[in-house]
């Protein structure tokens, strides 16, 4: 009996977890339907910029971050805000992208997996075993990795955040676009662009998966 009696306050404070949980994702669901959607367009180059407040202030589940003592600007740039929208995410994040070596980048879609969000990648055969891609560091994390075996590039350029929020443009995520090149990210949360870009992210998802390869030509059988 006094086992039983002792689990009781246990439950109830399991009970009330539950509960207060409950209430904040409702509260997060109807701030997202108060505010208007996001519609921002980002062009690149970004301006040199920390990033290590952000990524820490996201590893640490919006717990404050010491301020990083190197000597690169805090403000906000192309890529912090590109940053921001990608860790918004807290189901789900379809990323279908050409070439993939950011660090900052790549070390946000990890955190996105540590914290539980569906990771999934296609990219490009070619492109992903050049020096510095992320997509083995993304595999090693377990991260879901999908990729081409045709003779074109797997050319796409665009990623869907909790399938609400459609990021796309011409910025492959590599360092060299970011900081030298000439592009553009439009990040708008529309269903009415965001479906057909799901709709293609599932379709290569499905052509892409690892049964249907072929490793040596019909000739060859």
């Not at 379709?203 to 049964?211: F, G």
Request: aromatic share 8%; net charge positive; charged share 20%.
């Amino acid at each position: 009996m006094w086992a039983a009696g002792a689990q009781q306050p246990r439950r109830a404070g399991l009970a009330m977890a539950a509960a207060a949980a409950a209430v904040l994702a409702l509260a997060v669901a109807a701030w997202r339907r108060r505010r208007p959607p996001v519609r921002e367009v980002l062009f690149f180059p970004s301006r040199p910029s920390c990033t290590e407040g952000l990524l820490a202030e996201a590893a640490g589940l919006g717990t404050t971050a010491r301020p990083c003592p190197c000597p690169l600007p805090q403000g906000d740039g192309s890529l912090s805000r590109l940053l921001r929208h990608l860790l918004s995410a807290r189901r789900s994040l379809e990323i279908c992208l050409f070439a993939f070596s950011s660090p900052q980048l790549g070390r946000a879609v990890q955190l996105l997996h540590r914290r539980g969000v569906r990771v999934r990648v296609v990219t490009d055969a070619q492109y992903m075993g050049l020096p510095g891609s992320q997509i083995g560091l993304l595999r090693h994390a377990g991260i879901q990795v999908r990729h081409d075996q045709e003779n074109g590039y797997m050319h796409h350029k665009f990623a869907v955040v909790d399938r609400r929020m459609l990021i796309t443009g011409s910025l492959n995520w590599t360092t060299q676009a970011i900081q030298n090149n000439r592009e553009n990210v439009l990040v708008v949360e529309d269903a009415e662009y965001v479906k057909p870009f799901l709709d293609e992210f599932e379709r290569i998802w499905e052509e892409y998966n690892p049964i249907n390869y072929r490793f040596f030509s019909k000739d060859n059988k």
